[in-house]
């Protein structure tokens, strides 16, 4: 598969890893908010600040897009080994997310996750007139941090000894309200291992819910 100048990607001599390949064809899949080149950019800033998968290769050929990166030896929290022990695994999530907000330096972060513009994608099927007012009586931005975009639990990998050890899925990473991605983040455990355990996301990150964020991030995700 060759790179963006062409030339096919290479490991350094001596060395095997296993890769991960993501693949769009053009026009992007529905939903897809950002093609795989953001992505590619953002793994490539976020790298020097917490562990994320390297980018090996990134290139396009008219009819598809490709990002190859290498994989990190860890298991996604909703591998069965943590669904089997959703505490653990939940309250890494917690752990890991408090992280990534308090390394990744929004000074220097070139990308915004803002409500702003995310109102200006709401997909109209899913925005009827009484959801559109509730976007638009926004809460006040606390923070702001450098977001992940897409914090469920599946995108984030643990550790066999159930601490966290990286996140993937950065295609959507800018600066917002840190309640952006707490609020996806607790519901993830709804979706993920059941009810009950949203709570420990917010324990381990060390916050208490704000029901108003939460609402509202949770209605901005869902239209978006």
């Known amino acids: 598969m060759p790179g963006e100048d062409g030339a096919p990607a290479r490991e350094p001599a001596g060395r095997e890893r296993t890769r991960y390949v993501k693949w769009l064809p053009f026009p992007a899949e529905a939903g897809v908010i950002a093609g795989l080149g953001h992505e590619a950019e953002r793994l490539r800033w976020a790298a020097a600040y917490t562990p994320v998968p390297q980018v090996l290769d990134h290139g396009q050929d008219g009819q598809a897009e490709w990002l190859v990166t290498t994989a990190i030896e860890a298991r996604s929290a909703v591998d069965p080994r943590w669904i089997a022990e959703p505490s653990t695994a939940i309250h890494a999530l917690g752990v890991a997310l408090r992280a990534l907000h308090d390394t990744l330096p929004v000074s220097s972060c070139p990308w915004t996750w803002s409500i702003e513009e995310r109102v200006a994608r709401v997909i109209p099927a899913k925005a009827d007139p009484d959801t559109l007012a509730r976007l638009a009586d926004a809460p006040d931005v606390l923070g702001p941090v450098v977001c992940h975009g897409d914090a469920g639990a599946p995108n984030?990998?643990?550790?066999?000894?159930?601490?966290?050890?990286?996140?993937?899925d950065l295609g959507r990473l800018g600066v917002a309200d840190p309640w952006a991605d707490l609020a996806v983040a607790a519901r993830s455990t709804l979706w993920n291992y059941g009810p009950g355990y949203e709570h420990l996301v917010y324990e381990a990150y060390g916050v208490d819910p704000d029901p108003e964020r939460i609402a509202y991030y949770r209605l901005l995700w869902d239209v978006t």
């Open 156 to 168: 984030t990998l643990l550790h066999d000894d159930g601490t966290w050890a990286a996140h993937v």
